[in-house]
């Protein structure tokens, strides 16, 4: 099956640092990666569709400078919050694009970052 | 760009009753439809999808039907279970050259299957 991991489980930091959190998709290339954003008892907020080699897209409303998105290989996009305050605490998954087999379409889940800014 | 609506947003069931979860979605080029299920603090897993070309999937007490006239999708939990209790969400992926392949989620649906 299609194994997506994310790295760190959970972070806290100070205001003002920046953090990096890392989407690997274990044992599938994966050229379209997805960072969604996530607040308690709410659904998934998609911020940015990451592919590989070229620039994200955000979503209308995310700023891009205060989520800068990396995806340098076909297995690994990085999401790295610029500044943080405590307004960014929230849950941040990120989802990958299987494209083996019939199916393009299907996207899993990597287990979540919980970012905590004190 | 599209919308999708989920309903109820909270539904509780006695175990071994059924349980229907409904979607609706705005943009008829909508082509896929997969249903999440999201346990208290876990990854959201996938647990059935739809393409707009098949009215009804089923696998085992879990079945999905798509209406694709009306602009709605369901889903079906028969005979539930207590570990069925977790947050589910469909959603849609609009069939455009544009669209990177993102899903459009619903606000999701608690259910609880009481023992």
């Known amino acids: 099956g299609a194994v997506v991991s994310q790295h760190p489980s959970w972070v806290i930091c100070k205001s003002g640092t920046s953090v990096k959190i890392e989407c690997r998709s274990l044992?599938?290339?994966?050229?379209?990666m997805f960072w969604y954003r996530q607040f308690p008892k709410q659904s998934l907020m998609l911020m940015a569709t990451?592919?590989?080699?070229?620039?994200?897209?955000?979503e209308q409303g995310v700023e891009k400078d205060k989520f800068l998105i990396n995806h340098a290989s076909l297995t690994l996009s990085t999401l790295t919050v610029t500044s943080a305050h405590p307004e960014d605490s929230s849950f941040y998954i990120c989802?990958?694009?299987?494209?083996?087999?019939?199916?393009?379409?299907?996207?899993?889940f990597g287990p979540g970052t919980r970012l905590t800014v004190l | 760009g599209e919308n999708v609506e989920q309903h109820p947003s909270t539904l509780s069931v006695q175990e071994g009753d059924s349980a229907v979860i409904k979607c609706t979605y705005s943009?008829?080029?909508?082509?896929?439809f997969p249903w999440y299920k999201q346990e208290l603090g876990k990854r959201p897993q996938l647990i059935i999808d739809?393409?707009?070309?098949?009215g009804e999937k089923k696998d085992q007490r879990i079945a999905v039907t798509l209406n694709k006239t009306a602009k709605h999708f369901s889903l079906h939990i028969t005979e539930t279970q207590p570990e069925d209790s977790a947050v589910y969400f469909c959603?849609?992926?609009?069939?455009?050259?544009?669209?990177?392949?993102?899903?459009?989620f619903g606000k999701g649906t608690l259910l609880t299957v009481n023992p």
């Open positions: 989802s990958a694009r299987d494209m083996r087999g019939p199916s393009t379409d299907t996207q899993y």
């Open positions: 044992d599938f290339q994966a050229t379209t």
């Open positions: 990451s592919n590989e080699g070229s620039k994200a897209t955000y």
């Open positions: 943009d008829s080029a909508s082509n896929y």
């Open positions: 739809i393409r707009s070309n098949v």
């Open positions: 959603a849609a992926r609009k069939n455009s050259g544009g669209s990177n392949y993102k899903l459009t």
